[in-house]
């Protein structure tokens, strides 16, 4: 491995020289700045070695680095040369940081199809010089083709709006914002605009392009015309127009004059130049379908819940198997549960690389299990399972910390994982009013950690998409989250954790539906979670009185809840039903 | 004062025809945008009769509006004329959008005095004109004069550090930034960085004056040359150079070719603009004085306890006199806190003016007792007292809510005060680690409430100063606050509250010192509140039954802790020692 990517190294600095650079940016990123990205754009993967879904590298002539953040601390030290890279986190030293550290007032190439405005604008001190060409692909022989896999309509009854109504709805906040168009660039937002699905990528079922929305509420469509099958060419109907991806200068040429929406912080800053020479007024915004797809309207909502519901299923048939399973390894674990997913109407595949970590590997926070790693699942240790499925009307991320028995967990575990549940039930209790933003929200899920000193070194809760991304913006449980105040219909995660490096690792999820809160006549509206996860916590890892008697009241409650949703769907198997009632025993 | 008020809106609405302005702006501010302003200052009462500490209008030819928070909504509807003045609420009718409304393209006047370079940028959409001299000071025939009260040494004994250091201190991280220079416009600052005092405005004991400080460590002081008597001139020394205020402009011009830092947040946008006439390199950036001033060293946090020790003495007294008196008024009673207060060591006044409310006036947030307000405190109902002193060794701010009896308080007031004070002691016991901000802790100070639909309409705290401002930045605990990290040193209150308009109102307030948490070997460091402020909360508002065992342990844990710590020195009053015995009674 090594000597290949110092071969690469060595080949990406003759390119930098030629091109007159004094170094050049390796962001982990595709030209729909996207965290599931196709092979060919697996730029940093292919220079570096370092998989994690987070990243930049910055190559100068005498020295390179790999940043990343938290997540990632253990997996970039592990699948990359220390020789070759500084290995760095990407909050105490920032990129920018470090190359004005070392290359102030040089020459520095980007790609600005892989970084947006608001990240090129971070780099001060240095020339920053945008390139035709990627330099990774210049040297990147067998660099795989972009993926093609077609473009399929998205039915109504599973996306509760019609995509005309969807664009007229959106093209009316476009004018009431004195905007004539918007550009849209991540195919998240295509997917939810025009109601169609792809498998461009991995775990998100999008279909890769670009469109312009105008505020008419028609649209231009930017997709390889093999993508678009006829059935989907009658689906988009005439006021949307389809051009190759080529195209997409020309018509982002014809723009002059008119005023367009550009996100800053989420677009290629590829597209605000393009805007510029066109002599188009670049109005800064967050993407329009942003926020209107986060809000989760009735159909997705109760797709939302039967989704939950088959998942649920599958995870409990998965945990009672595992309870009674010997000689299991992380990857065969893995497949167990995948397998149950598969059994489960309306599923379409995972949502992203299951995380299947048992003692020490749980404390990797983004673990992925790889023929290397792969190790048995023992006795009497704390084992960790971070998951989800993609369903035509959901998406789901579930994780579970077990005890794998059959001895007691010692006190000490226990004590950690029910600072971790009494986080994850604050959270799941909480009522607040609107205008409070997660970022408001997440000290909730700590403070029982907190008290003793702990705490985890990433965010609370990440949105989810409806069958599609399962990381969605714009709104978060997180310090580092931006200020979006949280709304009726978005669907969150509520993940708090904690690791224990070459020990355990330990993480509660659920996903949570934002719902009003009523508490009669009030003059402000109030809001709650409605959870919509539908698995047990371990009993075997909980220490009752670390719990306040309302959090106990509530995990009791669920656990009532869980067996009753599940139990009617599980007739087959009396064996699942009887671990479930051991399971949601009250405590 | 209705007809007073049209007559100077109608002459303000004369100048600016006559200036070629479509309107004015008369913010509440003055040439230091300090929040406790001398009279000459006062322009916004002056024109509309408003004597809130925040707010601004607006004239236009044709119509007028004046617009504050939410602490203010009744007091603005009772001083105002709803015929001259639209009454607004800042947050929901913000005044930038409201200009743009009715302005559109119009030129609006502005004093460069009197607004921030930020608050400048919000105004967008019209023709903002800088005047020469502010419109309202022309009709303003008896305008007061500047005050001239004069500057005095403040004793390193209670400042714990030397002018000279701190200032070689600041000078070093001015260098290390680049800067050359730095602009100091706060008066408060000035009294940190030369450990001087003054009393040219109520409250706050400061002189008004402006200054430079050069990376060197050298400054020099603008300060009318009267105030500053040979003591302190010889306490300043040579490394600080005196000017009159009028030569503040001259001294600017020489800066050409200097990196300046100025603060676009707080200080007034005529710096900037001088700056930049003079050519001169401005750096944006937080008044250099603000952090380190907030940070108070071990003998500032010792001046904190020892004057919340003679403040405890001086409210517990008074509060064991309230429980017997009869027949007292709003300013009756303030009045008796206060000379309770002037008998204690080190006394120099009050911190702000007292809020004494009874009944319904207690609602009113920011309500001040006025002849015409003034009224009985009656038997069986809730009053509430905010008040703070200035003493040479800290400056206190505390707030405490009573039942007047002699019957029970009803059960939902004693619910509403039990969870302001389950939110108050959940932010006392908070433990959280460094790089927190106030605003991701404001929550654990509302979940009580939110729980019942209820919540409070300002910021949980805000900053104090050591013997300076009782609202001191940078740092504080509110959702709309900045995001500065908490760190050891910080003083700041801890005030929820619950307002029920014409009822009650309810607020418990401590001031707390950020100090550092132990946990044996932790990788991260942790923080805690240290609660200085030392007077019981009255137990005839609270419902045991409320409060967590956590909760109330803290609470009795605590009035044990006033008890021991103030009975020492009530040895002259044995009634005063019986009742805080009685008051601190385990619950």
């Given at each position: 491995?090594?000597?290949?990517?110092?071969?690469?190294?060595?080949?990406?600095?003759?390119?930098?020289?030629?091109?007159?650079?004094?170094?050049?940016?390796?962001?982990?990123?595709?030209?729909?700045?996207?965290?599931?990205?196709?092979?060919?754009?697996?730029?940093?993967?292919?220079?570096?070695?370092?998989?994690?879904?987070?990243?930049?590298?910055?190559?100068?002539?005498?020295?390179?680095?790999?940043?990343?953040?938290?997540?990632?601390?253990?997996?970039?030290?592990?699948?990359?040369?220390?020789?070759?890279?500084?290995?760095?986190?990407?909050?105490?030293?920032?990129?920018?940081?470090?190359?004005?550290?070392?290359?102030?007032?040089?020459?520095?190439?980007?790609?600005?199809?892989?970084?947006?405005?608001?990240?090129?604008?971070?780099?001060?001190?240095?020339?920053?010089?945008?390139?035709?060409?990627?330099?990774?692909?210049?040297?990147?022989?067998?660099?795989?083709?972009?993926?093609?896999?077609?473009?399929?309509?998205?039915?109504?009854?599973?996306?509760?709006?019609?995509?005309?109504?969807?664009?007229?709805?959106?093209?009316?906040?476009?004018?009431?914002?004195?905007?004539?168009?918007?550009?849209?660039?991540?195919?998240?937002?295509?997917?939810?605009?025009?109601?169609?699905?792809?498998?461009?990528?991995?775990?998100?079922?999008?279909?890769?392009?670009?469109?312009?929305?105008?505020?008419?509420?028609?649209?231009?469509?930017?997709?390889?015309?093999?993508?678009?099958?006829?059935?989907?060419?009658?689906?988009?109907?005439?006021?949307?127009?389809?051009?190759?991806?080529?195209?997409?200068?020309?018509?982002?040429?014809?723009?002059?004059?008119?005023?367009?929406?550009?996100?800053?912080?989420?677009?290629?800053?590829?597209?605000?130049?393009?805007?510029?020479?066109?002599?188009?007024?670049?109005?800064?915004?967050?993407?329009?379908?942003?926020?209107?797809?986060?809000?989760?309207?009735?159909?997705?909502?109760?797709?939302?819940?039967?989704?939950?519901?088959?998942?649920?299923?599958?995870?409990?048939?998965?945990?009672?198997?595992?309870?009674?399973?010997?000689?299991?390894?992380?990857?065969?674990?893995?497949?167990?549960?995948?397998?149950?997913?598969?059994?489960?109407?309306?599923?379409?595949?995972?949502?992203?690389?299951?995380?299947?970590?048992?003692?020490?590997?749980?404390?990797?926070?983004?673990?992925?299990?790889?023929?290397?790693?792969?190790?048995?699942?023992?006795?009497?240790?704390?084992?960790?399972?971070?998951?989800?499925?993609?369903?035509?009307?959901g998406t789901t991320d579930i994780t579970r910390t077990v005890w794998t028995g059959p001895g007691d967990a010692p006190p000490t575990v226990k004590e950690h994982v029910t600072r971790v549940l009494a986080g994850h039930i604050a959270l799941a209790q909480a009522v607040f009013p609107q205008g409070v933003a997660g970022a408001h929200l997440d000290a909730f899920a700590r403070a029982a950690l907190w008290q003793a000193g702990l705490d985890y070194d990433h965010g609370t809760g990440h949105g989810v998409g409806a069958y599609l991304s399962v990381h969605e913006g714009p709104a978060g449980i997180s310090?580092?989250?931006?200020?979006?105040?949280?709304?009726?219909?978005?669907?969150?995660?509520?993940?708090?954790?904690?690791?224990?490096?070459?020990?355990?690792?330990?993480?509660?999820?659920?996903?949570?539906?934002?719902?009003?809160?009523?508490?009669?006549?009030?003059?402000?509206?109030?809001?709650?979670?409605?959870?919509?996860?539908?698995?047990?916590?371990?009993?075997?890892?909980?220490?009752?009185?670390?719990?306040?008697?309302?959090?106990?009241?509530?995990?009791?409650?669920?656990?009532?809840?869980?067996?009753?949703?599940?139990?009617?769907?599980?007739?087959?198997?009396?064996?699942?039903?009887?671990?479930?009632?051991?399971?949601?025993?009250?405590?």
């Amino acid at each position: 491995m090594s000597s290949e990517h110092n071969a690469r190294l060595s080949a990406l600095r003759a390119v930098m020289a030629a091109r007159g650079l004094d170094g050049f940016l390796v962001p982990r990123a595709d030209e729909h700045l996207g965290e599931y990205v196709p092979e060919c754009a697996e730029r940093l993967a292919y220079l570096t070695g370092f998989t994690g879904s987070a990243g930049m590298a910055i190559v100068l002539a005498e020295r390179a680095a790999v940043f990343s953040d938290g997540r990632y601390t253990l997996q970039l030290a592990q699948q990359t040369d220390g020789a070759l890279w500084e290995r760095l986190h990407i909050m105490e030293s920032k990129p920018e940081a470090w190359l004005v550290q070392h290359a102030a007032g040089r020459r520095i190439g980007y790609d600005p199809w892989l970084v947006s405005a608001e990240g090129l604008a971070r780099f001060v001190g240095v020339e920053m010089v945008a390139v035709a060409r990627n330099l990774v692909d210049e040297i990147w022989a067998d660099r795989p083709a972009p993926p093609l896999a077609p473009a399929v309509p998205h039915d109504v009854a599973f996306a509760g709006e019609r995509s005309a109504e969807k664009r007229a709805r959106l093209g009316a906040a476009l004018r009431e914002a004195g905007q004539d168009a918007a550009v849209l660039s991540d195919p998240a937002s295509l997917a939810w605009l025009f109601n169609i699905r792809g498998s461009d990528v991995e775990f998100c079922p999008v279909a890769l392009g670009y469109a312009l929305l105008f505020a008419d509420g028609r649209a231009a469509l930017f997709m390889a015309g093999v993508k678009l099958p006829e059935e989907t060419r009658a689906h988009l109907g005439e006021a949307v127009t389809l051009a190759e991806p080529e195209a997409l200068a020309g018509a982002l040429a014809a723009l002059g004059g008119k005023v367009v929406r550009y996100d800053p912080a989420n677009q290629p800053v590829w597209f605000r130049n393009q805007l510029e020479r066109a002599g188009a007024e670049v109005s800064l915004g967050a993407d329009v379908v942003a926020l209107p797809r986060a809000l989760k309207n009735a159909v997705e909502q109760e797709g939302a819940r039967a989704a939950h519901l088959r998942d649920g299923v599958a995870v409990v048939r998965f945990l009672a198997w595992l309870a009674g399973a010997r000689g299991e390894t992380e990857s065969s674990a893995a497949a167990v549960l995948l397998a149950q997913r598969a059994r489960g109407e309306r599923f379409k595949g995972e949502s992203f690389p299951a995380i299947s970590g048992a003692g020490e590997h749980g404390a990797i926070i983004h673990y992925r299990v790889t023929e290397e790693s792969n190790r048995a699942i023992k006795p009497d240790e704390v084992y960790l399972i971070d998951s989800g499925g993609q369903y035509l009307d959901g998406t789901t991320d579930i994780t579970r910390t077990v005890w794998t028995g059959p001895g007691d967990a010692p006190p000490t575990v226990k004590e950690h994982v029910t600072r971790v549940l009494a986080g994850h039930i604050a959270l799941a209790q909480a009522v607040f009013p609107q205008g409070v933003a997660g970022a408001h929200l997440d000290a909730f899920a700590r403070a029982a950690l907190w008290q003793a000193g702990l705490d985890y070194d990433h965010g609370t809760g990440h949105g989810v998409g409806a069958y599609l991304s399962v990381h969605e913006g714009p709104a978060g449980i997180s310090r580092a989250a931006k200020l979006v105040a949280l709304q009726v219909g978005m669907l969150l995660s509520n993940e708090p954790g904690f690791y224990l490096e070459g020990a355990y690792g330990i993480r509660m999820e659920n996903l949570v539906l934002v719902q009003a809160a009523e508490f009669g006549a009030q003059a402000r509206k109030f809001l709650r979670f409605e959870t919509v996860t539908l698995v047990p916590f371990d009993r075997a890892l909980i220490e009752p009185g670390l719990l306040s008697p309302a959090a106990l009241e509530w995990l009791n409650a669920y656990h009532a809840r869980v067996r009753d949703a599940l139990t009617p769907l599980l007739g087959d198997a009396p064996e699942v039903v009887e671990w479930l009632n051991r399971a949601t025993a009250r405590i």
